[in-house]
Protein backbone atom coordinates (compact mmCIF):
# COMPACT_ATOMS: atom_id res chain seq x y z
CA UNK A 1 0.00 0.00 0.00
CA UNK A 2 1.40 3.53 -1.13
CA UNK A 3 1.82 6.90 0.76
CA UNK A 4 -0.67 8.21 -0.81
CA UNK A 5 -3.62 5.74 0.62
CA UNK A 6 -2.55 7.20 3.97
CA UNK A 7 -2.89 10.61 3.73
CA UNK A 8 -7.00 10.32 1.85
CA UNK A 9 -9.08 11.84 4.67
CA UNK A 10 -11.93 9.07 3.15
CA UNK A 11 -13.72 6.95 5.50
CA UNK A 12 -12.01 3.81 4.52
CA UNK A 13 -8.36 5.16 5.44
CA UNK A 14 -10.04 6.55 8.55
CA UNK A 15 -11.04 3.36 9.69
CA UNK A 16 -7.90 1.76 8.40
CA UNK A 17 -5.95 3.90 10.70
CA UNK A 18 -7.99 3.60 13.89
CA UNK A 19 -8.05 -0.37 13.59
CA UNK A 20 -3.91 -0.17 12.93
CA UNK A 21 -3.83 1.33 16.79
CA UNK A 22 -4.98 -2.34 18.27
CA UNK A 23 -2.11 -3.35 17.78
CA UNK A 24 1.03 -1.16 17.07
CA UNK A 25 2.75 1.77 15.25
CA UNK A 26 4.92 5.16 16.15
CA UNK A 27 4.85 8.64 17.03
CA UNK A 28 7.18 10.85 18.20
CA UNK A 29 6.73 12.03 21.80
CA UNK A 30 4.24 14.53 21.46
CA UNK A 31 0.76 14.47 21.98
CA UNK A 32 -1.33 13.41 18.39
CA UNK A 33 -2.12 16.15 15.86
CA UNK A 34 -5.89 16.48 16.09
CA UNK A 35 -6.46 14.48 18.86
CA UNK A 36 -8.14 17.41 21.38
CA UNK A 37 -5.59 18.54 23.91
CA UNK A 38 -7.13 20.31 26.28
CA UNK A 39 -6.29 19.42 30.04
CA UNK A 40 -9.99 18.21 30.68
CA UNK A 41 -10.33 14.54 31.29
CA UNK A 42 -12.06 11.56 30.39
CA UNK A 43 -15.27 12.12 32.82
CA UNK A 44 -15.61 15.68 31.58
CA UNK A 45 -14.93 15.34 27.73
CA UNK A 46 -16.73 12.19 27.53
CA UNK A 47 -19.06 10.57 30.46
CA UNK A 48 -20.48 13.57 31.97
CA UNK A 49 -21.65 15.07 28.58
CA UNK A 50 -23.94 11.82 28.52
CA UNK A 51 -25.42 12.70 31.76
CA UNK A 52 -23.95 10.29 34.20
CA UNK A 53 -21.85 11.10 37.58
CA UNK A 54 -18.27 11.15 36.95
CA UNK A 55 -15.35 11.31 39.45
CA UNK A 56 -11.43 10.98 38.49
CA UNK A 57 -8.33 9.70 41.05
CA UNK A 58 -4.89 9.67 40.90
CA UNK A 59 -3.56 7.00 42.21
CA UNK A 60 0.50 6.37 41.97
CA UNK A 61 2.27 2.95 41.39
CA UNK A 62 5.48 1.57 43.47
CA UNK A 63 7.47 2.55 40.16
CA UNK A 64 6.36 5.92 40.36
CA UNK A 65 4.05 6.51 37.80
CA UNK A 66 0.86 8.32 37.99
CA UNK A 67 -2.68 6.78 36.79
CA UNK A 68 -5.81 8.22 36.23
CA UNK A 69 -8.83 6.06 37.20
CA UNK A 70 -12.50 7.25 36.47
CA UNK A 71 -15.55 6.36 38.66
CA UNK A 72 -19.08 6.34 37.78
CA UNK A 73 -21.16 5.07 40.47
CA UNK A 74 -24.16 4.95 39.31
CA UNK A 75 -25.84 4.80 35.41
CA UNK A 76 -28.78 7.31 34.60
CA UNK A 77 -31.23 4.78 35.11
CA UNK A 78 -29.39 2.56 37.44
CA UNK A 79 -32.26 -0.61 38.18
CA UNK A 80 -34.24 -0.54 41.31
CA UNK A 81 -33.04 -2.53 44.48
CA UNK A 82 -29.58 -3.17 43.08
CA UNK A 83 -26.69 -1.54 44.83
CA UNK A 84 -23.91 -3.17 42.39
CA UNK A 85 -20.66 -4.30 43.68
CA UNK A 86 -17.27 -2.02 41.94
CA UNK A 87 -16.60 -3.59 38.24
CA UNK A 88 -13.07 -2.59 37.17
CA UNK A 89 -12.60 -2.38 33.09
CA UNK A 90 -9.24 -2.27 31.52
CA UNK A 91 -8.57 -1.73 28.66
CA UNK A 92 -6.52 -3.40 25.56
CA UNK A 93 -2.73 -2.37 23.66
CA UNK A 94 -3.13 0.98 22.53
CA UNK A 95 -6.42 2.08 23.43
CA UNK A 96 -7.31 4.25 26.89
CA UNK A 97 -10.30 4.18 29.29
CA UNK A 98 -12.44 6.32 26.59
CA UNK A 99 -12.76 2.52 25.07
CA UNK A 100 -15.25 1.34 26.85
CA UNK A 101 -17.76 4.71 26.34
CA UNK A 102 -17.14 5.44 22.32
CA UNK A 103 -20.33 3.95 21.06
CA UNK A 104 -23.42 5.15 21.69
CA UNK A 105 -24.95 4.62 25.27
CA UNK A 106 -26.95 1.88 24.75
CA UNK A 107 -23.91 0.38 22.92
CA UNK A 108 -20.70 0.94 25.20
CA UNK A 109 -20.23 -1.34 27.96
CA UNK A 110 -19.30 1.28 30.56
CA UNK A 111 -22.71 3.06 30.56
CA UNK A 112 -24.48 -0.35 30.23
CA UNK A 113 -22.67 -1.46 33.61
CA UNK A 114 -23.58 1.74 35.33
CA UNK A 115 -27.11 1.50 34.22
CA UNK A 116 -27.25 -1.63 35.52
CA UNK A 117 -25.97 -0.96 39.33
CA UNK A 118 -23.08 -1.46 39.20
CA UNK A 119 -20.27 0.66 40.54
CA UNK A 120 -18.20 1.55 37.61
CA UNK A 121 -14.12 1.63 37.64
CA UNK A 122 -11.86 2.25 34.73
CA UNK A 123 -7.87 2.14 34.48
CA UNK A 124 -5.63 3.77 32.42
CA UNK A 125 -2.56 2.31 32.53
CA UNK A 126 0.89 4.50 31.68
CA UNK A 127 1.74 5.86 28.62
CA UNK A 128 -1.51 6.80 27.72
CA UNK A 129 -3.25 10.10 27.19
CA UNK A 130 -5.29 10.00 30.77
CA UNK A 131 -1.77 8.28 32.24
CA UNK A 132 1.29 10.48 30.95
CA UNK A 133 2.70 11.33 34.27
CA UNK A 134 5.65 9.84 36.30
CA UNK A 135 6.80 11.85 39.87
CA UNK A 136 9.98 11.90 38.98
CA UNK A 137 10.45 11.54 34.83
CA UNK A 138 8.67 13.23 31.72
CA UNK A 139 7.58 11.30 28.94
CA UNK A 140 9.53 12.64 26.66
CA UNK A 141 12.54 10.91 28.66
CA UNK A 142 13.43 7.23 27.94
CA UNK A 143 13.26 5.51 31.17
CA UNK A 144 9.58 6.75 30.96
CA UNK A 145 8.66 4.01 28.85
CA UNK A 146 11.05 1.34 29.95
CA UNK A 147 8.34 -1.43 30.55
CA UNK A 148 6.36 -3.57 29.30
CA UNK A 149 2.89 -5.48 29.89
CA UNK A 150 4.55 -7.01 32.68
CA UNK A 151 4.91 -4.16 34.84
CA UNK A 152 1.34 -3.00 33.91
CA UNK A 153 0.41 -5.65 35.55
CA UNK A 154 2.49 -6.13 38.60
CA UNK A 155 2.85 -1.97 38.96
CA UNK A 156 -0.29 -0.52 37.29
CA UNK A 157 -2.61 -3.16 37.83
CA UNK A 158 -1.72 -3.68 41.80
CA UNK A 159 -1.72 0.30 42.30
CA UNK A 160 -5.28 0.25 40.57
CA UNK A 161 -6.96 -2.21 41.98
CA UNK A 162 -5.89 -1.43 45.51
CA UNK A 163 -7.09 1.63 45.18
CA UNK A 164 -10.32 1.00 44.50
CA UNK A 165 -10.73 -2.00 47.30
CA UNK A 166 -9.28 0.96 49.61
CA UNK A 167 -11.97 3.27 48.32
CA UNK A 168 -15.32 0.40 48.29
CA UNK A 169 -14.30 -1.89 50.99
CA UNK A 170 -15.41 -4.51 48.86
CA UNK A 171 -13.37 -7.11 46.13
CA UNK A 172 -13.39 -5.84 42.59
CA UNK A 173 -15.08 -7.56 39.44
CA UNK A 174 -12.49 -7.57 37.21
CA UNK A 175 -13.25 -6.77 33.56
CA UNK A 176 -10.35 -6.67 30.58
CA UNK A 177 -9.75 -7.01 26.85
CA UNK A 178 -6.39 -8.12 24.84
CA UNK A 179 -3.94 -6.52 26.60
CA UNK A 180 -6.39 -6.30 29.70
CA UNK A 181 -6.92 -9.93 29.87
CA UNK A 182 -2.81 -10.72 29.85
CA UNK A 183 -2.06 -8.34 32.36
CA UNK A 184 -4.90 -10.13 34.77
CA UNK A 185 -3.75 -13.47 34.00
CA UNK A 186 -0.12 -12.64 34.79
CA UNK A 187 -1.60 -10.43 37.94
CA UNK A 188 -3.74 -14.06 39.00
CA UNK A 189 -0.96 -15.46 39.53
CA UNK A 190 0.01 -13.56 42.34
CA UNK A 191 -1.65 -13.98 45.90
CA UNK A 192 -1.67 -10.33 46.90
CA UNK A 193 -3.31 -9.32 43.86
CA UNK A 194 -5.74 -12.55 43.49
CA UNK A 195 -7.47 -11.60 46.45
CA UNK A 196 -8.54 -8.36 45.69
CA UNK A 197 -10.40 -9.62 42.67
CA UNK A 198 -14.15 -11.53 43.24
CA UNK A 199 -14.70 -12.89 39.62
CA UNK A 200 -13.00 -11.94 36.54
CA UNK A 201 -14.41 -11.68 33.06
CA UNK A 202 -11.89 -11.68 30.67
CA UNK A 203 -12.68 -10.63 26.46
CA UNK A 204 -10.41 -11.60 23.62
CA UNK A 205 -7.83 -13.36 26.07
CA UNK A 206 -4.45 -13.67 25.68
CA UNK A 207 -1.29 -15.71 27.13
CA UNK A 208 0.17 -17.80 24.96
CA UNK A 209 0.77 -15.98 21.26
CA UNK A 210 2.50 -18.32 18.85
CA UNK A 211 -1.14 -19.59 16.93
CA UNK A 212 -1.60 -16.27 16.11
CA UNK A 213 -2.66 -15.54 12.52
CA UNK A 214 -2.62 -11.94 11.97
CA UNK A 215 -1.03 -11.42 8.81
CA UNK A 216 0.40 -7.91 9.35
CA UNK A 217 1.66 -9.19 12.94
CA UNK A 218 3.14 -12.26 11.53
CA UNK A 219 4.92 -9.40 8.83
CA UNK A 220 6.05 -6.96 11.53
CA UNK A 221 7.32 -10.10 13.30
CA UNK A 222 9.34 -11.55 10.75
CA UNK A 223 11.41 -8.40 10.08
CA UNK A 224 12.14 -8.28 13.65
CA UNK A 225 10.62 -4.63 13.85
CA UNK A 226 10.86 -4.53 17.51
CA UNK A 227 14.51 -4.69 17.63
CA UNK A 228 15.27 -2.79 14.98
CA UNK A 229 12.96 -0.38 16.92
CA UNK A 230 14.73 -0.70 20.31
CA UNK A 231 18.25 -0.43 18.26
CA UNK A 232 17.48 2.78 16.64
CA UNK A 233 16.42 4.18 19.96
CA UNK A 234 12.80 4.87 19.24
CA UNK A 235 11.27 3.58 22.95
CA UNK A 236 7.53 5.55 22.36
CA UNK A 237 4.89 3.35 20.20
CA UNK A 238 2.30 5.33 18.53
CA UNK A 239 1.04 5.73 14.75
CA UNK A 240 0.99 8.97 13.25
CA UNK A 241 4.04 9.88 12.35
CA UNK A 242 6.47 9.70 9.49
CA UNK A 243 8.12 7.35 10.59
CA UNK A 244 4.70 5.04 10.77
CA UNK A 245 3.66 5.57 8.17
CA UNK A 246 7.22 4.84 6.58
CA UNK A 247 6.68 0.90 8.74
CA UNK A 248 2.94 0.90 7.88
CA UNK A 249 3.99 0.76 3.89
CA UNK A 250 6.94 -1.65 3.97
CA UNK A 251 4.71 -4.14 5.74
CA UNK A 252 1.88 -3.76 3.75
CA UNK A 253 3.58 -3.16 0.70
CA UNK A 254 3.86 -6.62 -1.79
CA UNK A 255 3.63 -8.74 1.58
CA UNK A 256 -0.09 -8.05 2.96
CA UNK A 257 -3.05 -6.85 1.77
CA UNK A 258 -3.61 -3.79 3.68
CA UNK A 259 -6.91 -2.69 1.64
CA UNK A 260 -8.54 -4.42 4.40
CA UNK A 261 -6.40 -3.74 7.01
CA UNK A 262 -8.61 -4.64 9.90
CA UNK A 263 -8.73 -8.11 8.21
CA UNK A 264 -5.34 -8.17 8.31
CA UNK A 265 -4.35 -7.17 11.81
CA UNK A 266 -7.26 -8.17 13.75
CA UNK A 267 -9.24 -11.04 11.54
CA UNK A 268 -13.00 -9.56 10.25
CA UNK A 269 -14.85 -8.40 12.56
CA UNK A 270 -18.95 -8.59 11.90
CA UNK A 271 -20.21 -5.56 13.54
CA UNK A 272 -17.75 -2.84 13.71
CA UNK A 273 -19.46 0.62 13.77
CA UNK A 274 -17.53 2.09 10.83
CA UNK A 275 -20.35 5.77 11.02
CA UNK A 276 -17.96 6.63 14.37
CA UNK A 277 -14.73 6.34 13.30
CA UNK A 278 -14.27 10.08 13.22
CA UNK A 279 -15.34 10.23 16.62
CA UNK A 280 -13.36 7.02 17.52
CA UNK A 281 -10.29 9.24 16.20
CA UNK A 282 -10.73 12.13 18.27
CA UNK A 283 -9.37 9.96 21.53
CA UNK A 284 -7.55 6.82 20.32
CA UNK A 285 -4.77 5.72 19.69
CA UNK A 286 -2.97 6.13 22.81
CA UNK A 287 0.84 5.42 23.43
CA UNK A 288 2.30 2.23 24.68
CA UNK A 289 6.37 1.46 24.74
CA UNK A 290 8.74 -0.09 22.17
CA UNK A 291 9.99 -2.76 25.20
CA UNK A 292 6.22 -3.69 25.44
CA UNK A 293 5.86 -4.80 21.72
CA UNK A 294 8.95 -6.78 22.17
CA UNK A 295 8.04 -8.40 25.14
CA UNK A 296 4.84 -9.70 23.05
CA UNK A 297 7.12 -10.37 19.99
CA UNK A 298 9.19 -12.38 22.20
CA UNK A 299 6.16 -14.46 23.36
CA UNK A 300 4.72 -15.17 20.20
CA UNK A 301 8.34 -16.29 18.54
CA UNK A 302 9.24 -18.56 21.85
CA UNK A 303 5.38 -19.54 22.48
CA UNK A 304 5.77 -19.37 25.89
CA UNK A 305 3.73 -16.77 28.63
CA UNK A 306 6.35 -15.75 30.54
CA UNK A 307 8.28 -12.41 31.98
CA UNK A 308 10.40 -10.40 29.84
CA UNK A 309 13.71 -11.83 28.15
CA UNK A 310 16.45 -9.26 29.08
CA UNK A 311 19.14 -11.95 27.56
CA UNK A 312 21.15 -14.38 29.54
CA UNK A 313 23.08 -11.69 31.34
CA UNK A 314 20.51 -9.00 32.57
CA UNK A 315 18.12 -12.57 33.20
CA UNK A 316 20.78 -13.72 35.30
CA UNK A 317 20.26 -10.31 37.19
CA UNK A 318 17.07 -9.86 37.21
CA UNK A 319 15.39 -13.30 37.87
CA UNK A 320 18.44 -14.92 38.74
CA UNK A 321 18.00 -17.74 36.02
CA UNK A 322 19.23 -17.76 32.23
CA UNK A 323 15.74 -17.60 31.34
CA UNK A 324 12.63 -15.69 32.47
CA UNK A 325 10.54 -17.44 34.93
CA UNK A 326 7.15 -18.49 32.81
CA UNK A 327 3.84 -17.30 34.55
CA UNK A 328 2.31 -20.73 35.65
CA UNK A 329 -1.90 -20.65 35.11
CA UNK A 330 -2.23 -23.43 37.43
CA UNK A 331 -1.40 -21.03 40.38
CA UNK A 332 -4.64 -18.73 39.90
CA UNK A 333 -6.80 -20.10 42.33
CA UNK A 334 -9.57 -22.53 41.58
CA UNK A 335 -11.87 -20.50 43.70
CA UNK A 336 -11.72 -17.20 41.09
CA UNK A 337 -14.59 -17.64 39.12
CA UNK A 338 -13.89 -16.48 35.63
CA UNK A 339 -15.74 -15.84 32.88
CA UNK A 340 -14.30 -16.03 28.60
CA UNK A 341 -15.34 -14.16 25.78
CA UNK A 342 -14.21 -14.99 22.55
CA UNK A 343 -14.43 -15.43 18.73
CA UNK A 344 -14.05 -17.23 15.99
CA UNK A 345 -12.91 -14.64 13.16
CA UNK A 346 -10.03 -13.09 16.27
CA UNK A 347 -6.41 -13.81 14.64
CA UNK A 348 -5.05 -12.07 17.53
CA UNK A 349 -6.41 -14.35 19.99
CA UNK A 350 -6.24 -17.38 18.22
CA UNK A 351 -8.51 -20.53 19.69
CA UNK A 352 -5.43 -22.63 19.75
CA UNK A 353 -3.85 -20.40 21.75
CA UNK A 354 -7.22 -19.91 23.74
CA UNK A 355 -7.51 -24.01 24.30
CA UNK A 356 -4.36 -24.33 25.87
CA UNK A 357 -4.44 -21.69 28.41
CA UNK A 358 -7.79 -23.31 29.72
CA UNK A 359 -6.27 -26.01 30.05
CA UNK A 360 -4.10 -25.04 32.25
CA UNK A 361 -6.26 -23.46 34.94
CA UNK A 362 -7.61 -25.33 37.45
CA UNK A 363 -10.89 -24.21 36.82
CA UNK A 364 -12.67 -24.20 33.91
CA UNK A 365 -14.37 -21.07 33.45
CA UNK A 366 -17.79 -20.09 31.62
CA UNK A 367 -17.44 -19.31 28.21
CA UNK A 368 -19.02 -17.33 25.48
CA UNK A 369 -18.05 -18.02 21.86
CA UNK A 370 -19.23 -16.48 18.76
CA UNK A 371 -17.88 -17.88 15.33
CA UNK A 372 -18.93 -14.25 13.50
CA UNK A 373 -16.66 -12.24 15.87
CA UNK A 374 -13.63 -10.56 15.88
CA UNK A 375 -11.27 -8.82 17.99
CA UNK A 376 -12.95 -5.70 18.17
CA UNK A 377 -16.21 -6.78 18.03
CA UNK A 378 -16.36 -7.77 22.29
CA UNK A 379 -15.85 -3.92 22.49
CA UNK A 380 -16.86 -2.40 19.48
CA UNK A 381 -19.49 -4.36 18.00
CA UNK A 382 -23.47 -2.32 17.45
CA UNK A 383 -24.59 -5.67 19.03
CA UNK A 384 -22.53 -6.46 21.55
CA UNK A 385 -25.09 -5.78 24.09
CA UNK A 386 -27.34 -8.66 23.04
CA UNK A 387 -24.49 -10.90 22.35
CA UNK A 388 -21.87 -10.62 24.50
CA UNK A 389 -23.24 -8.20 27.38
CA UNK A 390 -26.17 -9.99 28.58
CA UNK A 391 -24.42 -12.94 29.43
CA UNK A 392 -21.50 -11.01 30.83
CA UNK A 393 -23.62 -9.10 33.42
CA UNK A 394 -25.82 -12.62 34.23
CA UNK A 395 -22.17 -13.73 35.16
CA UNK A 396 -20.97 -10.90 37.31
CA UNK A 397 -24.02 -10.15 39.26
CA UNK A 398 -24.46 -14.26 40.13
CA UNK A 399 -20.89 -13.65 41.38
CA UNK A 400 -20.59 -10.61 42.91
CA UNK A 401 -21.98 -8.62 46.39
CA UNK A 402 -24.58 -6.16 46.09
CA UNK A 403 -25.02 -3.95 48.87
CA UNK A 404 -28.76 -4.44 48.75
CA UNK A 405 -31.20 -5.95 46.52
Not at 47 to 72: A, F, S
Not at 381 to 404: C, E, N, P, Q
Request: net charge negative; glycine share 8%; hydrophobic share 40%.
Amino acid sequence: MKRAAWTSCSSASLISIFLFVNFFCLIEPSFVSGVPQSNEGLCSLIVRPMGYPCTEYIVQTEDGYLLTLQRISNGRSALRGYNGPPVFLQHGLFQGGDTWFLNSVDESLGFILADHGFDVWVGNVRGTRWSSKHITLSEHERAFWDWSWQDLAQYDLAAMLSYVQTETNSKVLYIGHSQGTIMALAAFTMPDMVKMVEASALLCPISYLDHISSNFVLRAVSMHLDQMLLSLGIHQLNFRSKIGVEIMDSLCDGHVDCGNLLGAITGDNCCFNASRVEYYLEYEPHSSSTKNLHHLFQMIRKGTFAKYDFGWWENLKHYHSLHPPAFNLGDIPESLPLWIGYGGNDALADLTDLKRTIKELKSKPEQLYIESYGHIDFVFSVKAKDDVYADLIRFLRSRGRSTSY
